[in-house]
């Protein structure tokens, strides 16, 4: 899991860390200013992959540092807000920040909206971590319509321990769909069910 | 030709017409926030349109190469419903979006002191939050509601080169030309303007700050029109250049006014969705 600290020490290497450190320290000791600072990050801390620290870019490293630097007892209302009117980058960055925030299940809903929405890459976001609060049921329909989305698995954390014979079950009717319709199933997924079903046998 | 159309309501449009827009040149749309037909009856219902126009449907324009802003507004129309007016409380939010590059459309419907207010209050939201302002002029009682309108800007302190003043036509033209402030045109099938109309609007007042756009929505309209309009300007003897200032270098100008601008991806899809494979690779996790 990334956690808060690499984060920072990336940003601090970026030539918008002067801004960074404004809000950051703005969001500790005057909570109500992270309204404007988490929308305006794209365009104050750039939108650029953070050296060093795959898988994010400054913008969503900057709002999860936000949220991190909250009053704890900010953070659960603050979440829910910034998600609700959050555009998708805002969306994304919510969703990302969700393991390192000490909420407890109380983000579970804003994954739940994720994974009910066509978007890619919230489907993708809200599938890493923090996914340990879905039930079985919901995180294996959220896995297989990664499949259907054609979002590559490797977006969903620890897949292998939490893949079951339900799956297993789900993934081959789905091979034998596609199959039917003379469609392509997903590599991924083929060699996620041919995991599967080997260990089984 | 490549075309940037600055007002059209995709949201009420098919994936076929992305499709089509993108095989034609379409890259990239400004889709303002305006009425669907079916008046709303509460503030939620601005809210959750408003995430759509933000969220969800530059998600679909892109799956097709083509780059969609918006602009963000509570309509004239509605703007006369007081279940509605509280969204007016709601716009600072979203008019700080990366994608948000105009607030608009606001204007004049029926002139009423209700659309006064409302016009008055987010030309004032436009100058606070540094964005332009797109006007939307009224169907009815026309040149008066132009004249008015151009009060109404002249009085809120904006300067004119912010402003785009739209659906305009022959008898309405003159009045924004002389304020300094930005000529929109709607070219329909049967209403507003037509493209060879078009060519004789830009043949006598000429390119400057002149913004086609096709306004096509739910009702009868064609999101194609601009292009049609770039044809009709080729054959009546305007050079490639000048179709290309008219139908993607103006709306450049007017909404980069913003600083929010960003047409990185534009026309890369050529008709095909692209978006999942490229946004997840932008994303990573």
């Keep these: ?201 | 030709m490549r075309v940037f159309d600055p007002h059209i309501h995709m949201t009420s449009r098919t994936t076929d017409d992305y499709a089509r827009m993108a095989t034609a040149g379409v890259r990239a749309v400004v889709e303002p926030a305006f009425w669907l037909g079916q008046p709303r009856t509460n503030p939620g219902s601005f809210t959750d349109y408003f995430d759509s126009l933000i969220g969800w449907e530059p998600y679909r324009a892109a799956q097709f190469g083509i780059v969609h802003h918006a602009t963000i507004a509570l309509n004239p129309k509605e703007a006369n419903d007081p279940r509605c007016r509280p969204v007016l409380d709601l716009l600072p939010r979203y008019l700080d979006k990366d994608r948000v590059v105009a607030v608009g459309e606001i204007g004049y419907d029926s002139m009423t002191p209700e659309e006064d207010d409302a016009f008055e209050r987010q030309l004032a939201l436009a100058v606070e939050h540094d964005l332009p302002a797109l006007v939307h002029t009224p169907h009815r009682d026309k040149a008066n509601g132009v004249r008015r309108t151009m009060e109404v800007v002249a009085a809120s302190g904006i300067a004119p080169e912010r402003v785009a003043v739209d659906h305009l036509n022959e008898v309405t033209v003159g009045i924004v030309h002389d304020s300094g402030c930005w000529m929109g045109f709607s070219v329909y099938p049967e209403t507003k303007m037509s493209p060879p109309r078009m060519v004789e609007v830009l043949r006598r007042y000429g390119p400057d700050r002149v913004l086609v756009n096709s306004a096509a929505d739910w009702g009868v309209s064609d999101p194609l029109l601009t292009l049609e309009t770039g044809t009709a300007m080729l054959a009546a003897g305007f050079s490639e250049d000048d179709v290309d200032r008219v139908l993607w270098r103006n709306p450049v100008e007017f909404y980069g006014q913003s600083g929010r601008l960003d047409l990185t991806g534009a026309g890369t899809g050529a008709g095909r969705p692209t978006f999942a494979g490229s946004s997840i690779k932008r994303g990573g996790s």
């Design chain 1, 1 to 201: 899991m990334t956690d808060p600290e690499r984060l920072r020490a990336a940003l601090r290497e970026t030539p918008r860390w002067e801004w960074v450190d404004t809000v950051l320290t703005a969001a500790g000791e005057r909570p109500e200013t992270i309204g404007r600072s988490f929308v305006q990050a794209g365009r104050r801390a750039g939108r650029a992959p953070l050296p060093g620290v795959p898988g994010w870019t400054a913008d969503e490293a900057t709002r999860a540092l936000l949220l991190a630097a909250l009053p704890a007892d900010r953070v659960e209302t603050e979440i829910g807000d910034l998600y609700r009117y959050g555009d998708a980058d805002e969306k994304r960055a919510v969703l990302k920040a969700l393991p390192m925030l000490a909420v407890g299940a109380a983000g579970l809903p804003l994954l739940h909206d994720a994974i009910r929405t066509n978007d890619a890459r919230l489907l993708a976001a809200a599938l890493g971590p923090y996914a340990r609060h879905l039930h079985q049921a919901a995180w294996r329909q959220a896995v297989l319509k990664c499949v259907f989305m054609d979002v590559p698995l490797t977006a969903v954390d620890g897949l292998d321990e939490r893949a079951d014979r339900e799956l297993a079950a789900m993934l081959a009717a789905f091979a034998d769909e596609r199959a039917a319709a003379g469609r392509l199933f997903p590599a991924d997924a083929a060699a996620l069910l041919d995991r599967l079903t080997r260990e089984e046998s």
